[in-house]
């Protein structure tokens, strides 16, 4: 069954800020399937409910937006092929499944929350449709015990998540013809020691609930002003600082600001913009699955930090293949898919 919606997911062209039809084809879906849950939705993100009043609250988040340019779909070797496929249609259509399949059993257990949302790709954070959810239904959200993102973690639980810092970094010259560079002052020349500094720069590992995150400093983008003629006024470059759950966003600043002021090479900073980490916050249905599940860091940045922000126990765990998200002939493999309605039954009622 997930297969089947997963192949119709992948039919629907959705990418970031074009999703309407797709939300259109989730909603009808929910009110067939789903008639218990109560649908309630804001542009293109819902929140589905069922009448359980008692017992955790679990919630199954979602994004349907993705990068990839679309193709259509196709089935190839137990595997199936399509935009977005792993990042994360996959987990969409197997946690929509599970729950359909396991609605008494669930419901008999739980209240059940499902979040499917827009704007997830490389959306500023005030555009994000979870962020339009928070905003619309704080109640709703905030609600949840347990939140359960299908982003794609190769079906291993991934605990929280890294903030990130993206700055654009400035070194000044002055400029002068090629011929005569010393009447000028050549920035790039000046922005070395940043990069011979930046190169020398070790992750730093932070351990939390016996997973590994690691603090990360990266020069990602690089140019000086043009001129093939010209000694270079001005060099630039991003600065991407991933930061574990164990620092707050402030304290990632002063770290940046820190180290670019031990190099001792004059600078400009301005902010891209930034988002905090994901912490990893513990409850009783997290620890019981420390033996019976494979559990890493994420080391990237999810809408769990919005979750866990929240007071949420957010984690990411889906079918989806990491090294296939945004791959232009992604895929997601069927016995993944398979494998991962399991876990969820052994998660959520078969864990004592």
Same mark, same amino acid.
């Given at each position: 069954?997930? *297969?089947?919606?997963?192949?119709?997911?992948?039919?629907?062209?959705?990418?970031?800020?074009?999703?309407?039809?797709?939300?259109?084809?989730?909603?009808?879906?929910?009110?067939?399937?789903?008639?218990?849950?109560?649908?309630?939705?804001?542009?293109?993100?819902?929140?589905?409910?069922?009448?359980?009043?008692?017992?955790?609250?679990?919630?199954?988040?979602?994004?349907?937006?993705?990068?990839?340019?679309?193709?259509?779909?196709?089935?190839?070797?137990?595997?199936?092929?399509?935009?977005?496929?792993?990042?994360? *249609?996959?987990?969409?259509?197997?946690?929509?499944?599970?729950?359909?399949?396991?609605?008494?059993?669930?419901?008999?257990?739980?209240?059940?929350?499902?979040?499917?949302?827009?704007?997830? @790709?490389?959306?500023?954070?005030?555009?994000?449709?979870?962020?339009?959810?928070?905003?619309? @239904?704080?109640?709703?959200?905030?609600?949840?015990?347990?939140?359960?993102?299908? @982003?794609?973690?190769?079906?291993?639980?991934?605990?929280?998540?890294?903030?990130?810092?993206?700055?654009?970094?400035?070194?000044?010259?002055?400029?002068?013809?090629?011929?005569?560079?010393?009447?000028?002052?050549?920035?790039?020349?000046?922005?070395?020691?940043?990069?011979?500094?930046?190169?020398?720069?070790?992750?730093?590992?932070?351990?939390?609930?016996?997973?590994?995150?690691?603090?990360?400093?990266?020069?990602?983008?690089? *140019?000086?002003?043009?001129?093939?003629?010209?000694?270079?006024?001005?060099?630039?470059?991003?600065?991407?600082?991933?930061?574990?759950?164990?620092?707050?966003?402030?304290?990632?600043?002063?770290?940046?600001?820190?180290?670019?002021?031990?190099?001792?090479?004059?600078?400009?900073?301005?902010?891209?913009?930034?988002?905090?980490?994901?912490?990893?916050?513990?409850?009783?249905?997290?620890?019981?699955?420390?033996?019976?599940?494979?559990?890493?860091?994420?080391?990237?940045?999810?809408?769990?930090?919005?979750?866990?922000?929240?007071?949420?126990?957010?984690?990411?765990?889906?079918?989806?293949?990491?090294?296939?998200?945004?791959?232009?002939?992604?895929?997601?493999?069927?016995?993944?898919?398979?494998?991962?309605?399991?876990?969820?039954?052994?998660?959520?009622?078969?864990?004592?």
């Amino acid at each position: 069954m997930s *297969q089947s919606l997963l192949m119709a997911l992948l039919r629907i062209s959705s990418p970031t800020y074009k999703e309407k039809e797709k939300c259109d084809f989730l909603e009808s879906w929910l009110s067939r399937e789903l008639p218990s849950f109560s649908v309630t939705r804001f542009g293109n993100n819902m929140i589905a409910k069922n009448k359980q009043e008692s017992g955790p609250h679990i919630g199954f988040v979602g994004h349907i937006d993705t990068v990839p340019e679309f193709f259509d779909p196709y089935e190839e070797n137990g595997k199936l092929f399509g935009s977005g496929a792993s990042d994360m *249609q996959a987990g969409l259509a197997s946690m929509l499944t599970f729950v359909k399949e396991n609605e008494m059993a669930l419901t008999d257990k739980y209240r059940v929350s499902i979040i499917i949302y827009d704007k997830e @790709e490389g959306t500023p954070l005030h555009e994000n449709g979870l962020n339009e959810l928070i905003v619309a @239904e704080p109640e709703s959200i905030d609600a949840m015990d347990v939140a359960i993102v299908g @982003e794609p973690t190769n079906n291993a639980i991934q605990l929280g998540c890294v903030g990130s810092i993206h700055y654009t970094l400035t070194v000044h010259g002055k400029a002068a013809h090629s011929a005569r560079p010393w009447q000028g002052e050549n920035a790039l020349y000046k922005a070395l020691p940043i990069m011979d500094a930046f190169s020398k720069l070790d992750r730093k590992k932070q351990t939390i609930f016996g997973v590994d995150f690691f603090d990360v400093m990266t020069i990602t983008e690089s *140019q000086s002003s043009p001129g093939r003629t010209t000694v270079p006024e001005t060099w630039q470059a991003n600065i991407n600082y991933r930061f574990s759950p164990v620092h707050t966003l402030a304290e990632a600043k002063t770290h940046v600001a820190k180290v670019l002021d031990g190099i001792g090479v004059d600078y400009k900073l301005s902010c891209l913009n930034a988002v905090d980490a994901g912490a990893v916050i513990e409850h009783p249905l997290l620890e019981s699955l420390k033996t019976s599940f494979q559990f890493e860091a994420k080391q990237a940045w999810t809408d769990v930090a919005q979750l866990t922000a929240r007071g949420i126990c957010a984690f990411n765990f889906g079918p989806g293949r990491q090294d296939q998200a945004h791959h232009p002939n992604e895929y997601v493999v069927i016995a993944d898919m398979v494998q991962y309605e399991q876990l969820l039954k052994n998660m959520l009622l078969e864990a004592s």
